[in-house]
């Protein structure tokens, strides 16, 4: 590969590079970043005799650290024929981290024979601690017999040493003057921010063959990847052998340092977001990867684990690595996890773990109790069963002191009075409370009495009190009476139905007396009227009339009859006999 396709296809990849990285942000998960060998292609004029040294730059990008780095090489012939040309060479070269550099140096056999042009190339192998990304550099060796020719070199030159001398080298000397005309153009390097353009004619004069080309390198604190700008000959008065040549700014500026903060967030935040930071802004993208580990909070049920890599593009400061928390109500402790940096690209770690809290956000919570009813039944115990609930769960042990008392409901008599503690494991919610009641037979109204809470620890008190509802299952007894009135055309019945309910009806029947005996005549049933206390007894009671058509004269009898209800027992009046 020519000198001049290097050049272009590496702008390319810069190119795509710079589009792509102000788009990038923390990506899926990877193998760190490895180091990667570059070499670059060199070329010399050849001498009369005797040897010249062709140096060739092997260089590598990536974070410093992770152990030495160095690459093997082998020669190998093209045009070039090693031990006429060149002498073949092999070995391994080191690249020391200080430079991330080193030098490979091929003797080149000078000669007196008109041989043209001849290349022979380097070939990079077993790496160590690294990989190799551009294996191969093409060595150029340029003929000084035949017709004179000019020639430009490669040149570099740091940063902070600059400028870069570009050598412009005719192949043999001319007993005539030449001249050829140069100017820089961009690569990588911006003409203006890295390095001043540069213009203008060289004169060679009679038995003249070298001049020099600086072109001013303009120095910056940004660590960055070497950049290339291009010396391009033209207008010459003899041939153009090799018209162009790369000119390489190389960066010396540190690596910044890369560090991860603590993050905090509440549960309800739904993220905790670290901050990876460089110590300064870096022309480079810069890279770490990162996991998450488990402290006091635990991954899948605190948050979700989380691997991957940070990359921060060249030029900013800082990215940032999300980690989903996961929301609850149970109230407990803050807690903690763990994310960790590691395998840095273009940069060194300086801080390589941050804390992540997960602060709780959940109230301690309160204990209440609720309220409940139950029939007390004829005999023996029937339990009313209280339940205490917790507003919400709670990462530790909670208790609760329960007494009951009396309300209308009788301690002995209608219930069994009790009291205790209740004891909250860690995430159980509720406890019963279970309360016997006394059953009977006898008819009264709903009792209730209560059941208290108080001394409560690791939580608080909501509703203190509930109700307990004793529901009389017991009919109430009942009285009837009858009275009958008369006119010419009708016979009535009526009278009260002490304790009543307003969905009581009273049967009324009338028998007649025939032969010694009662026969019934006729039967009629009506409900009661008036639900009221006529007597205030506090006993609810009814009224009742039942009116039928005048039987034709003779002995009758009247009898009242209520057949109870849900709550009412059934009840008769005594008979009453007319004569009509």
């Known amino acids: 590969m020519s000198r001049t396709t290097r050049s272009v296809a590496t702008l390319a990849v810069v190119g795509i590079f710079a589009t792509l990285a102000p788009l990038i942000h923390a990506v899926p998960a990877s193998a760190a970043r490895p180091k990667t060998i570059s070499i670059a292609d060199a070329a010399i ?67 007196a024979v008109t041989e043209g042009t001849e290349t022979f190339t380097i070939n990079l192998s077993s790496p160590v601690n690294a990989t190799i990304g551009d294996a191969q550099a093409l060595g150029t060796i340029f003929d000084n017999e035949g017709p004179a020719a000019f020639v430009v070199l490669d040149g570099s030159a740091s940063e902070s040493a600059g400028p870069v001398a570009f050598s412009v080298i005719m192949t043999n000397a001319s007993g005539t003057t030449q001249t050829v005309d140069y100017a820089t153009s961009e690569g990588t390097a911006t003409a203006g921010a890295d390095y001043t353009a540069t213009s203008g004619t060289l004169t060679f004069t009679a038995g003249q063959t070298s001049k020099i080309v600086n072109v001013p390198v303009l120095g910056d604190t940004l660590n960055e990847a070497d950049e290339t700008f291009t010396l391009t000959l033209s207008n010459a008065t003899l041939a153009l052998n090799d018209s162009s040549a790369t000119g390489t700014i190389l960066d010396d500026d540190a690596e910044p340092t890369v560090s991860v903060g603590d993050a905090s967030a509440s549960e309800a935040n739904g993220t905790v977001s670290f901050t ?52 609850d109500t149970t109230y407990e402790n803050d807690e903690g996890f763990t994310i960790d940096i590691a395998s840095p690209f273009n940069a060194s770690i300086v801080d390589a773990q941050g804390a992540g809290t ?223």
């Not at 730059?57 to 006429?84: E, F, H, I, R």
């Not at 110590?279 to 991957?308: C, F, I, K, N």
Request: aromatic fraction near 6%.
């Open 45 to 111: 004029v050849e001498g009369d005799a005797g040897t010249k040294s062709l140096a060739f730059s092997v260089t590598w990008t990536g974070a410093k650290g992770g152990g030495a780095v160095s690459v093997g090489y082998a020669t190998a012939d093209g045009t070039a024929t090693a031990g006429s040309d060149y002498t073949a060479k092999t070995g391994t070269v080191s690249l020391p981290s200080g430079c991330k550099c080193g030098t490979i140096s091929i003797p080149i056999v000078g000669d």
């Open 276 to 327: 990876v930071s460089l110590s300064t802004l870096s022309g480079q993208e810069v890279d770490v990867d990162y996991a998450t580990s488990d402290g006091t909070a635990v991954a899948g049920s605190d948050y979700d684990a989380a691997t991957g890599t940070a990359v921060i593009p060249a030029g900013s400061a800082s990215t940032t690595i999300d980690v989903t928390v996961s929301d």
């Open 358 to 580: 997960i602060t709780n956000d959940d109230l301690l919570p309160a204990a209440s109790v609720g309220d409940v009813s139950v029939a007390e039944g004829s005999a023996g115990t029937t339990p009313e069963g209280f339940t205490v609930t917790l507003s919400n769960p709670s990462a530790f042990t909670a208790t609760v002191d329960w007494a009951t008392a009396d309300g209308s409901a009788t301690d002995g008599s209608d219930y069994t009075a009790g009291s205790g503690t209740l004891t909250f494991d860690p995430g159980v919610t509720s406890q019963p409370v279970s309360v016997d009641v006394l059953g009977d037979t006898t008819f009264e109204s709903d009792e209730t009495f209560t059941v208290t809470l108080s001394n409560a620890t690791g939580s608080t008190i909501g509703t203190a009190t509930g109700t307990g509802t004793i529901t009389n299952d017991d009919k109430a007894v009942t009285t009837l009476t009858l009275s009958v009135t008369k006119t010419k055309a009708k016979v009535a019945a009526k009278g009260v139905l002490e304790r009543a309910t307003a969905d009581a009806s009273v049967t009324v029947t009338i028998y007649r007396r025939h032969n010694g005996h009662w026969v019934k005549l006729a039967t009629k049933s009506v409900g009661v009227t008036s639900l009221g206390d006529r007597d205030s007894d506090t006993t609810p009671d009814a009224g009742y009339r039942a009116g039928f058509p005048r039987p034709k004269h003779g002995k009758y009898r009247f009898r009242a009859t209520f057949v109870g209800n849900a709550s009412l027992l059934p009840s008769t009046s005594k008979a009453v006999t007319v004569k009509l």
